[in-house]
């Protein structure tokens, strides 16, 4: 029998995978452009931001990732992190106990990171990295695969390929992953497709746009009254 | 005042004194990071907070809880019978039991229901009733009836599955009833009344201060937990509507909001929390409430004055349990009494709930006093008056050393196919020392509650 589901805890589930896949993939690349910033090139977090529409400007490395962490601006990591514990509330009885501790543990890190007086440093990002992995893990090792989970899943590709078509990385991977959100649609529901509806050339160029279908797709998918 | 230290007590502190202490954080940060809030609001701000908890157990050795058991199994079946017979043929009141104008001005009681009978003729589902051990006899005193929308009972669950992973000692050691069958109860209950379809948990939302709790308990009793627009009303049935748009009949609510907001149709228009035309389907007899509807009346504090008489006239029998010593300034001999002596009375708001709208007469100024008195006066039927118990104090581990705080415990009564009595509850502690409001809303904490035996 399916799971049942409000729409609104299947929408909390997506957007919990979005915004932790969200923090994952940033706090990735804000690590790579740490490391460039040191002694490779000074501008690598700055040529980031730019591809998340942000101008950021900093003095060094280590102010790099100050404000890259607590800056205000849309990708403050503190204001993702409230949308994802948000959204883990609203849905706590559909996820794994654990994974939902580790993500308070993990809201509260951050809060704590955005108050001018604590330090930052690259420990800290290896220390969300690590909780945002057990969540991932502890989630994904219940054996029996729910509808909630597969929203869950579902918000974590799309965040994926939103963020690999941002930076313009590998395109075949992009592929695969767009293979994968269809695979957990149809599994939502056999009916939707995102390649159906969507216009050829946005699946062969694979430019932004094709979000565009996906969102379309999960429009029809979680039915909101 | 403690209580009397028994062997089980000694029992619990032998094994305490061998733990180490440093563990006792271990709890905050369980109940941080899993987030077993009770929120508030503040000067109109949200606060999301963890629940104040202590660590020392109340113990209540199994004899002693079964008379509790007893007295609470009767005293839950003659209330449900009170509200079967009140919304029906009102013998209660025909037989001149209580008086008909005290029913008739109790805000909780809804005439628009009166001749309707809900699924299986239980009204009374999920029930808190509020106890205290009188210093002066050790005998449990009941202070409060709750069958409208009791809570509290996911925090000692919560925090049993802690006690036990971060002291195991005292669970491998003492004889300590386990608790976990309480969803079970639950979930029982709502099948027995269920109409036909599934269970849901309605919540009032987020921001409502016992969201944690509403969450917990769905996901424990393997209800849906839904707010009121993820259900919709069609041909007098409730239905839930699922993610991909198909409606699913639902047969009971667990619903944790009052009356008044529960149908915009038929109470507060202005509601936004509640279902239209759910009084409707349920009038219909095409769903259950967990409770029913009109429940209110009993929680009265002026209706439980006659709580005692109820069972003797319902059940013939003597109440188990007894009532506090309780005036009711409508009654003129009564007035009388509470007018004389009410520097040494607590007067309540029969309204009221959550530990609001309670003065203490010692701790009133001679003008408030004054100003109190004409007030009763004027509204006899608002105020009830009882004489001052003193309970016993629980040992709580506050700011690393022992200290003594009143106590009370709420016991949870759930009635389904039969009346059943968790083996645990609720006991809340008041943060000052010396302070007899317990409540989770006026500051108080919580503690578990281990029924024991040697």
Redesign the interface.
């Known amino acids: 029998m399916e799971q049942?589901?409000?729409?609104?805890?299947?929408?909390s589930m997506y957007w919990l995978g979005r915004y932790l896949q969200r923090l994952e993939g940033t706090l990735y690349e804000i690590n790579k452009a740490y490391d460039l910033i040191i002694d490779v090139d000074r501008k690598a977090g700055t040529a980031l931001y730019k591809k998340f529409n942000i101008d950021l400007k900093y003095v060094s490395a280590m102010d790099f990732l100050h404000k890259a962490i607590r800056g205000k601006h849309p990708a403050n990591l503190g204001e993702m992190m409230l949308q994802a514990r948000?959204n883990a509330?609203?849905s706590?009885?559909y996820i794994d106990?654990i994974a939902?501790?580790e993500i308070?543990?993990l809201n509260?890190m951050f809060q704590t990171l955005q108050t001018k007086r604590s330090h930052i440093d690259c420990n800290d990002l290896d220390k969300a990295l690590s909780l945002i992995l057990i969540i991932w893990g502890a989630h994904a090792h219940r054996g029996h695969r729910r509808?909630s989970d597969y929203f869950f899943k579902l918000g974590k590709l799309v965040e994926e390929v939103d963020l690999r078509l941002r930076l313009g990385k590998e395109k075949a991977m992009t592929e695969l992953i767009l293979k994968e959100i269809n695979a957990a649609i149809q599994i939502?529901?056999p009916d939707l497709d995102i390649f159906e509806n969507c216009p050829e050339e946005y699946i062969e160029e694979i430019p932004y746009s094709i979000v565009e279908c996906i969102y379309a797709t999960i429009d029809k998918?979680?039915?909101e009254? | 005042m403690l209580e009397k230290s028994t062997k089980l007590h000694k029992k619990f502190w032998d094994i305490f004194a061998q733990q180490d202490r440093h563990k006792i954080d271990e709890f905050q940060r369980y109940m941080?990071?899993?987030?077993v809030n009770f929120n508030l609001y503040k000067d109109g701000n949200f606060i999301e907070q963890s629940l104040p908890f202590d660590v020392i157990p109340r113990i209540i050795p199994k004899k002693e809880f079964n008379k509790i058991e007893k007295g609470l199994i009767q005293r839950v079946t003659a209330l449900n019978l009170f509200l079967e017979d009140l919304y029906t043929d009102a013998k209660i009141v025909k037989d001149g039991v209580i008086p008909k104008e005290f029913i008739e001005s109790a805000s909780g009681f809804l005439k628009e229901f009166v001749g309707f009978s809900p699924s299986k003729k239980v009204r009374t589902h999920i029930n808190g009733i509020d106890l205290v051990k009188d210093s002066s006899d050790d005998e449990w005193v009941i202070l409060e009836d709750n069958l409208r929308v009791p809570s509290g009972a996911s925090y000692p669950l919560s925090i049993r599955d802690t006690y036990r992973k971060i002291y195991p000692d005292f669970f491998e050691n003492l004889k300590i009833e386990p608790i976990k069958n309480y969803p079970k109860i639950i979930t029982d209950a709502m099948e027995y009344v269920n109409t036909g379809g599934?269970n849901v948990v309605l919540t009032p939302g987020?921001f409502n201060s016992a969201?944690y709790e509403h969450?917990y308990l769905?996901?424990e009793i393997g209800a849906?937990?839904?707010?009121a627009?993820?259900l919709?009303v069609i041909d007098k049935k409730v239905y839930?509507?699922?993610?991909?748009?198909k409606k699913?009949r639902v047969g009971a609510i667990y619903k944790r909001l009052d009356d008044e907001f529960l149908d915009p149709k038929f109470f507060n228009p202005d509601s936004l929390i509640g279902v239209p035309g759910l009084v409707e389907a349920y009038l219909a007899g095409n769903v259950a409430l967990l409770n029913a509807i009109g429940n209110g009346v009993s929680d009265d504090k002026g209706i439980y004055y006659f709580v005692p008489k109820m069972i003797e006239y319902y059940l013939n029998e003597k109440p188990i349990l007894k009532n506090a010593p309780t005036y009711l300034p409508y009654f003129k001999e009564d007035m009388d009494y509470v007018m004389d002596n009410m520097e040494k009375l607590v007067i309540k708001d029969v309204a009221e709930a959550g530990g609001y709208g309670v003065l203490f007469g010692h701790s009133l100024t001679a003008i408030q006093i004054k100003d109190l008195k004409a007030t009763i006066k004027a509204e006899p039927r608002r105020f009830i008056a009882q004489e001052l118990i003193e309970f016993y104090d629980e040992k709580c581990y506050l700011d690393r050393k022992l200290q003594d705080r009143k106590a009370d415990f709420r016991a949870y009564v759930v009635m389904g196919e039969e009346v059943k009595v968790w083996n645990c509850g609720l006991t809340r502690y008041a943060l000052q020392e010396g302070n007899y409001l317990v409540n989770s809303s006026q500051g108080g904490g919580f503690k578990d509650t281990w029924v024991m035996e040697l």
């Open positions: 049942l589901l409000t729409a609104n805890v299947a929408s948000e509330i609203i706590r009885a106990s939902f501790g308070i543990a509260n509808s939502l529901n998918l979680i039915i009254e | 941080d990071k899993f987030a599934i987020r969201y969450s769905a996901q849906q937990l839904v707010r627009h993820e919709v839930f509507k699922n993610y991909n748009g699913i």
